[in-house]
T-cell receptor, first 109, second 114 residues
Framework: GQQVMQIPQYQHVQEGEDFTTYCNSS?????IQWYKQRPGGHPVFLIQ?????EVKKQKRLTFQFGEAKKNSSLHITATQTTDVGTYFC?????????FGAGTILRVKS | NAGVTQTPKFQVLKTGQSMTLQCAQD?????MSWYRQDPGMGLRLIHY???????DQGEVPNGYNVSRSTTEDFPLRLLSAAPSQTSVYFC?????????????FGPGTRLTVL
């Protein structure tokens, strides 16, 4: 079946350091979405990437979609304590949205 | 708009009991789905629906039933609860055919099966 692998599982960074999480699919994706879940909360949509090689930015967050539409990354520049939470990628296969296991980000101030 | 609502927020069941998790959305979204979230495993799709009267299985459908009689409501039924069903359950909805098919999640139901 369709699977989306996400690494790393955990990342502890010092405030001000950068952070990156990666997702990889064995098959081509229609699109990929990124979500953030704060501790105790629910996933909240961040962005959707559709085109091969697409790069989108939201302030300190940069999202990339690979040329083959099989991998994606989320990079946060100069992390802040407000960035803590779990970041999920989710790949679309037809009608189904398949989530990666998520990367838990902890930021030490 | 209330968005996606879920009830109850917390529930404790004994093994073998049945219950229904409620989910409703007021955004007129065609597509609704149920996920369970377990530590280290992300969100796994249980069942989904692309419109009233149409449902299909996701990755982990065993032990769960769904129905979609209206656009607004998508209840999830546990017929005979098992400890392995202890999890956080999220309902989600989205439009279909839009340029960005943002999925909106409800606040979740934390279920413990003893």
């Amino acid at each position: 079946g369709q699977q989306v692998m996400q690494i790393p599982q955990y990342q502890h960074v010092q405030e001000g350091e950068d952070f990156t999480t990666y997702c990889n699919s064995s098959t081509t994706l229609s699109n990929i979405q990124w979500y953030k879940q704060r501790p105790g909360g629910h996933p909240v949509f961040l962005i959707q990437l559709v085109k091969s090689g697409e790069v989108k930015k939201q302030k300190r967050l940069t999202f990339q979609f690979g040329e083959a539409k099989k991998n994606s990354s989320l990079h946060i520049t100069a992390t802040q304590t407000t960035d803590v939470g779990t970041y999920f990628c989710a790949g679309r296969y037809g009608n189904k949205l398949v989530f990666g296991a998520g990367t838990i980000l902890r930021v030490k101030s | 708009n209330a968005g996606v609502t879920q009830t109850p927020k917390f529930q404790v069941l004994k093994t073998g009991q049945s219950m229904t998790l409620q989910c409703a959305q007021d955004m007129n979204h065609e597509y609704m789905s149920w996920y369970r979230q377990d530590p280290g495993m992300g969100l796994r799709l249980i069942h989904y629906s692309v419109g009233a009267g149409i449902t299909d299985q996701g990755e982990v459908p065993n032990g769960y039933n769904v129905s979609r009689s209206t656009t607004e409501d998508f209840p999830l039924r546990l017929l005979s609860a098992a400890p392995s069903q202890t999890s956080v359950y999220f309902c989600a909805s989205r439009t279909s055919g839009a340029p960005t098919d943002t999925q909106y999640f409800g606040p979740g139901t934390r279920l413990t099966v003893l």
